[in-house]
C-alpha cells in the first residue's frame, strides 16, 4: 500500500514509489518477527480507510467545532 504511514499521503493513489516502500516496511518487519508484517500491513489498509473517509472526519470535526462554539455562546475563534 502507499499509505504505510500515517498521515502520510502520497502524490497520488498508485505511486509506485511509495508502493514499494510500503511493501518492503512489511518484509522488513516480518524478517524482524513472525506476524510483525502482517500488523504493518493492516495498519497500511486503515491508513488507506482513513484517506477515504477524510472529508467525512473533516466534516464531523468542524460541526463539532461550531456545536462547541454555539455552546460558549461565541461565533468567533479568536480569543481575548
Known amino acids: ?11 497520488e493513489p498508485r505511486c509506485a514509489e511509495a508502493i514499494e516502500l510500503g511493501s518492503r516496511i512489511i518484509a522488513d518487519l516480518e524478517a524482524l518477527s513472525t506476524g ?3 500488523t504493518s500491513a493492516r495498519q497500511q489498509r486503515l491508513n ?10 473533516v466534516r ?4 463539532e467545532m461550531v456545536a462547541r462554539m454555539e455552546e460558549a ?6 480569543q481575548e
Open 1 to 11: 500500500s502507499a499509505y504505510f504511514a500515517r498521515y502520510f499521503y502520497p502524490c
Open 36 to 38: 510483525l508484517g502482517e
Open 48 to 57: 488507506l480507510e482513513f484517506v477515504g473517509e477524510y472529508r467525512d472526519f
Open 60 to 63: 464531523r470535526q468542524q460541526e
Open 73 to 78: 455562546g461565541t461565533d468567533d475563534l479568536e
